[in-house]
T-cell receptor
Framework: AQSVAQPEDQVNVAEGNPLTVKCTYS??????LFWYVQYPNRGLQFLLK??????LVKGSYGFEAEFNKSQTSFHLKKPSALVSDSALYFC???????????????FGKGTKLSVIP | AAGVIQSPRHLIKEKRETATLKCYPI?????VYWYQQGPGQDPQFLIS???????DKGSIPDRFSAQQFSDYHSELNMSSLELGDSALYFC????????????FGPGTRLTVL
């Protein structure tokens, strides 16, 4: 079974400061990891993904994430937060490999990011 | 770039009624996924289709059924609606490659009264 934990329901950060949204995962094989952002009453927008290779992944809107296999983490980061980054962020995982079977994504509970002007 | 289209965007139904949600995937995407997001919840996988065949099944109630048509659009049919079915229903599409990204539509907000 695959699972995702986002330990913080809410993260507050001042505009211009760096932000981190935490995510840890559990899979039986190798993970495919994703970050999505959801604005109020909107769909999920893809930010970035880790499949293989470089542990630091760069995505949309200046976001990046660092894959750490030993800590089973995939934290989302941005060097300088904008007020417009305020939204709900979801980490998602899919198990890879021929035995994994399903292509379904398993999401974390989400972290509400508030960037304070 | 073309995105996933869902219709209707909003739907209000009474208990025990039926509802049909439609999803039009990104052109050339061959896989469609349905997710349900309850109020304040994370999206939960319901069902997926690849090349018009059901490929994976998640926590979809027996009252719900879905299919993918020859033009790759998909419909989620929901019968005997219950208050607890009120949620945001997302459709996502991708290419059936292991590492491919699922792109989500704007969702259909279903309210059951």
């Amino acid at each position: 079974a695959q699972s995702v934990a986002q330990p913080e329901d809410q993260v507050n950060v001042a505009e211009g400061n760096p932000l981190t949204v935490k995510c840890t995962y559990s899979v039986s094989g190798n993970p495919y990891l994703f970050w999505y952002v959801q604005y109020p009453n909107r769909g999920l927008q893809f930010l970035l993904k880790y499949i293989t290779g470089d542990n630091l992944v760069k995505g949309s809107y200046g976001f990046e994430a660092e894959f750490n296999k030993s800590q089973t983490s995939f934290h989302l980061k941005k060097p300088s937060a904008l007020v417009s980054d305020s939204a709900l962020y979801f980490c998602a995982v899919r198990d890879s490999g021929p035995g994994a079977g399903s292509y379904q994504l398993t999401f974390g509970k989400g972290t509400k990011l508030s960037v304070i002007p | 770039a073309a995105g996933v289209i869902q219709s209707p965007r909003h739907l209000i139904k009474e208990k025990r009624e039926t509802a049909t949600l439609k999803c039009y995937p990104i052109p050339r995407h061959d896989t469609v996924y349905w997710y349900q997001q309850g109020p304040g919840q994370d999206p939960q996988f319901l069902i997926s289709f690849y090349e018009k065949m059901q490929s994976d099944k998640g926590s979809i109630p027996d009252r719900f059924s879905a299919q993918q048509f020859s033009d790759y659009h998909s419909e989620l049919n929901m019968s005997s609606l219950e208050l607890g079915d009120s949620a945001l229903y997302f459709c996502a599409s991708s290419l059936r490659r292991e590492y491919d990204t699922q792109y989500f539509g704007p969702g259909t907000r279903l309210t059951v009264l």
